[in-house]
């Protein structure tokens, strides 16, 4: 399973925006790169997904690197309730069930 | 309407005993997972199934079985219980190349 490499925590303000950033220096070309968070005492849920466009959506947008070897999630304007786990997983592009490895993830807080 | 629904989500048990988690998902998704999250918090994926056939099985002891009776339902049944098995189970569903979404999860304490 290919590896990401994300900072174990990172804090930021209320209503600022936030990047944080995911490396996965050893993606293959098949691979998606799925954003989801986890909020305390919650189940993880998705955020955002890619493959060499950057994406946008409602909760997120999603700046990937040129060469695939990283890719930084965007929260626009941080609220309280984004403070979270969130975690950068590749997904190979591939039929079949999707077998997503989650790995440490970066913790969140965001200040009033 | 709770999307992915887990049952019970407080288990507190003795050690040896046999118990079961039930997971239910009014998506209209054709596969189920159960992950287990232990208390440094890693998320591991143990089972998955597709159309009640089960497609992905982590090494996981066989003292866990996954039972599928139909789409909507997974449930995962635990026997004789040991402390190692603390955790939270989490159950998941999605369309087969889908986003997962994932219940609240079930916290088992073992003692």
Same mark, same amino acid.
């Given at each position: 399973d290919a590896k990401t490499t994300q900072p174990n925590s990172m804090e930021s303000n209320e209503e600022e925006p936030v990047h944080l950033p995911c490396n996965? =220096? *050893?993606? =293959?070309? *098949?691979d998606y790169i799925h954003w989801y968070r986890q909020l305390p005492s919650q189940g993880p849920e998705y955020v955002i997904h890619g493959l060499t466009s950057n994406v946008n959506n409602r909760m997120a947008s999603l700046a990937i690197a040129e060469d695939r070897k990283s890719s930084t999630l965007i929260l626009h304007r941080a609220t309280l309730r984004d403070a979270a786990v969130y975690y950068c997983i590749l997904r190979p592009r591939i039929q079949g069930a999707q077998k997503l490895v989650f790995g440490q993830g970066t913790r969140l807080t965001i200040n009033p | 309407d709770t999307a992915v629904s887990q049952t019970p989500k407080y288990l507190v048990t003795q050690m040896g005993n046999d118990k079961s988690i039930k997971c239910e998902q009014n998506l209209g998704h054709d596969t189920m997972y159960w992950y287990k999250q232990d208390s440094k918090k890693f998320l591991k994926i143990m089972f998955s199934y597709n159309n009640k056939e089960l497609i992905i099985n982590e090494t996981v002891p066989n003292r866990f079985s996954p039972k599928s009776p139909d789409k909507a339902h997974l449930n995962l049944h635990i026997n004789s219980l040991e402390l190692g098995d603390s955790a939270v189970y989490f159950c998941a569903s999605s369309l087969m190349a889908g986003e997962l979404f994932f219940g609240e999860g079930s916290r088992l304490t073992v003692l």
């Open positions: 996965h =220096s *050893t993606i =293959s070309g *098949t | -």
